[in-house]
Structures are given as structure tokens and as C-alpha cells.
């Protein structure tokens, strides 16, 4: 009996291990942009400003990648979490230039297709919070699949979860803050 014992518990230590080590491989990629982690983000990139998509420096993207996908979201909004960008089927690159098209289907300067935002608006919104609401923080948060999603353009934060179940091999956050006053 106690043979059995030690062995699941032997076991079930092997298979905690290996979901630590796959999960700290999916955050292995780096992202980062015209602000570090933690900083301001310039108004130029919020409603109070021209509201264009900042850039975004990836790096350490897997060999494996076939695409990328984005979710900006404020988990600090007033109504719960509020996204602020969806956008997939991106080809493997180091760069999302600035002041991205708000179409559904850009062909350039990167090809992706992007969906519904919380605004109810296609493309990237950036930091709108209300009036005197405090610091809230906005996460960058972007994927990389091992294939080309099947997602109509226009879709939302939800169709993309659910299409990208299964298939993200790497992930990396960048979170920048805003407030108005």
C-alpha cells in the first residue's frame, strides 16, 4: 500500500512539473513598446489624444509560429473587464507598427484581421477611462498560434479565446497604465 501511495504521489509530482514547465514556455515571448511594463502610456495612444495602436516590439517568436494574436483589455473598468483591441491571423513578425488601420482586413503595414472592440467600434480604442476613476491598467497581451485562425473579420474578444484554444504556443504581456483626471 504504501508502495502505491508514494508511486501516485511520485506521479502527480512529474505531471505538476511538466504543466509548470509548458506554462512558463508559453510566457517566454517578449513584448514590450514605446513604454516599459508598469509606466504611463502616452496620451497620443488614448482618447484624449489621436487614439492610434502603439507599436509593439515582439520578441523570441517560436519557429513553430504561423500567426499572432492581440487582446488589449482594462481589467480596472467599471463594468468589468473592457476590451480595448482584438486582432489575429497576424504573420510571425517582430514589429506591429503604430497607428494600425481600424478595418477589419488590413493588408498594410501588417496583414491581420481585427474585431469589435468593447466601444462596439472595429480596430484598437486606447485608454478611455472615466473622469476621476483612478489608475487603470491595460494589457497587451499577445499570442503566438501554431496555425491561421478560422475567424470571420469583425469577430469579438470571445470568438477569438475559443479559436485560439489549443493553439497558443507562446505569450507575452505588456501592461501600461492611465488615468484622467
Not at 473598468?77 to 491571423?89: C, K, L, Q, Y
Not at 514589429?95 to 491581420?112: A, R, T
Not at 483612478?134 to 474578444?157: A, M, R, W
Amino acid at each position: 500500500m504504501m508502495r502505491v501511495v508514494f508511486a501516485l504521489f511520485f506521479l502527480g509530482g512529474v505531471l505538476v512539473a511538466g504543466c509548470v514547465k509548458e506554462k512558463e514556455e508559453v510566457m517566454s515571448l517578449r513584448v514590450s513598446s514605446i513604454f516599459q511594463d508598469g509606466e504611463r502610456i502616452p496620451a497620443k495612444y488614448t482618447c484624449e489624444g489621436e487614439d492610434v495602436s502603439p507599436p509593439l516590439k515582439i520578441e523570441d517568436i517560436d519557429s513553430k509560429a504561423m500567426s499572432i494574436a492581440i487582446i488589449v483589455d482594462d481589467p480596472d473598468a467599471p463594468i468589468g473587464t473592457f476590451t480595448h483591441w482584438v486582432a489575429w491571423n497576424i504573420p510571425p513578425v517582430d514589429e506591429i507598427p503604430e497607428n494600425i488601420p481600424k478595418k477589419e482586413v488590413v493588408e498594410s503595414p501588417v496583414k491581420m484581421y481585427q474585431g469589435r472592440n468593447d466601444f462596439g467600434r472595429i480596430g484598437y480604442n486606447g485608454p478611455c477611462p472615466p473622469r476621476g476613476h483612478g489608475l487603470h491598467h491595460y494589457h497587451f497581451k499577445v499570442f503566438v498560434l501554431d496555425t491561421v485562425l478560422d475567424l470571420k473579420p469583425g469577430s469579438g474578444k470571445r470568438d477569438l479565446e475559443k479559436a485560439m484554444e489549443g493553439h497558443v504556443i507562446q505569450m507575452g504581456e505588456l501592461v501600461g497604465v492611465y488615468e484622467r483626471r
